[in-house]
T-cell receptor, first 115, second 111 residues
């Protein structure tokens, strides 16, 4: 089975712009989670989707949003980019609806740089 | 809310020496606990997972971890370090639909 894929792998944007990141989970996985990883804050949970429904959201401003499609692919969007949004954005999928108790399989991440 | 503490942002060991990476969690009930590894410029890979079936959990690449409820700890060990083990290691605890992460420990292997 192919692993979790994320596109693009690298992205450079300027402040005030908007960005959309894409994640394709492992075939058959219906849960997708997003994390932001920065040197200062470490790994922080953004949101989790299961069957197109957002079940949980982390403590991020409303500029961060996401969605999941019927084929389980997911996108996250960040509007009005700020310098502090520069980070590695990781997507993870898991096969069941058990949420955090299930093993999560991670993609390679999208490295976003905001100038 | 739960929290995870990893003692030591960097741990340096010689090749062939014992690896010990520390993780403590805060939870009033036995949680699900995970260790993940991240190699440079890559995503995270599961090393092992505690699900209350056994207190000693064996993972990939020769790693294992022991769950100690009395100490609220889940330390990761490997008897003999290899150069390829150089990476960042993260401990995480499940909370609802998400994972709560430790800050990570970078493992440095000296030749």
């Amino acid at each position: 089975k192919a692993g979790v894929t994320q596109t693009p792998r690298y992205l450079i944007k300027t402040r005030g712009q908007q960005v959309t990141l894409s994640c394709s989970p492992i075939s058959g996985h219906r849960s997708v989670s997003w994390y932001q990883q920065t040197p200062g804050q470490g790994l922080q949970f953004l949101f989790e989707y299961f069957s197109e429904t957002q079940r949980n959201k982390g403590n991020f401003p409303g500029r961060f949003s996401g969605r999941q499609f019927s084929n389980s692919r997911s996108e996250m969007n960040v509007s009005t980019l700020e310098l502090g949004d520069s980070a590695l954005y990781l997507c993870a999928s898991s096969p069941s609806d058990r949420g955090g108790t299930d093993t999560q399989y991670f993609g390679p991440g999208t490295r976003l740089t905001v100038l | 809310a739960q929290s995870v503490t990893q003692l030591g942002s960097h741990v340096s060991v010689s090749e062939g020496a014992l690896v010990l990476l520390r993780c403590n969690y805060s939870s009033s009930v036995p949680p699900y606990l995970f260790w993940y590894v991240q190699y440079p410029n890559q995503g995270l890979q599961l090393l092992l997972k505690y699900t209350s079936a056994a207190t000693l959990v064996k993972g990939i690449n020769g790693f294992e971890a022991e769950f100690k409820k009395s100490e609220t700890s889940f330390h990761l060990t490997k008897p003999s370090a290899h150069m390829r083990d150089a990476a960042e290691y993260f401990c995480a605890v499940s909370e609802g639909y998400q994972l709560i992460w430790g800050a990570g420990t970078k493992l440095i292997i000296k030749p």
